[in-house]
């Protein structure tokens, strides 16, 4: 089932947090990148941000990141 999608585009990754990853899972990574784009304290939780910085993450979020596998 291909989407059409063009080979710019990476794959979403896993939803999921490992004792492995830590700081470094993919989550953290997306997010201290948003912050860094949109200039909001890393600190920050998302449901700390205003609505058109909260509809940004939300986009960035659903683009790269999928839920966890079924099994």
């Given at each position: ?8 585009e ?5 939803n ?13 990574v ?16 998302p449901s ?6 909260k ?5 960035l ?9 079924q099994k």
């Amino acid at each position: 089932m291909s989407m059409g999608k063009t080979s710019n585009e990476q794959p979403p990754v896993d939803n999921t947090i490992s004792d492995e990853t830590g700081q470094f899972d993919l989550r953290f990574v997306l997010w201290r990148h948003f912050c860094a784009q949109n200039d909001i304290s890393v600190d920050s939780l998302p449901s700390q941000l205003d609505g058109d910085q909260k509809e940004r993450w939300e986009e960035l979020k659903s683009s790269r990141l999928k839920g966890p596998t079924q099994k």
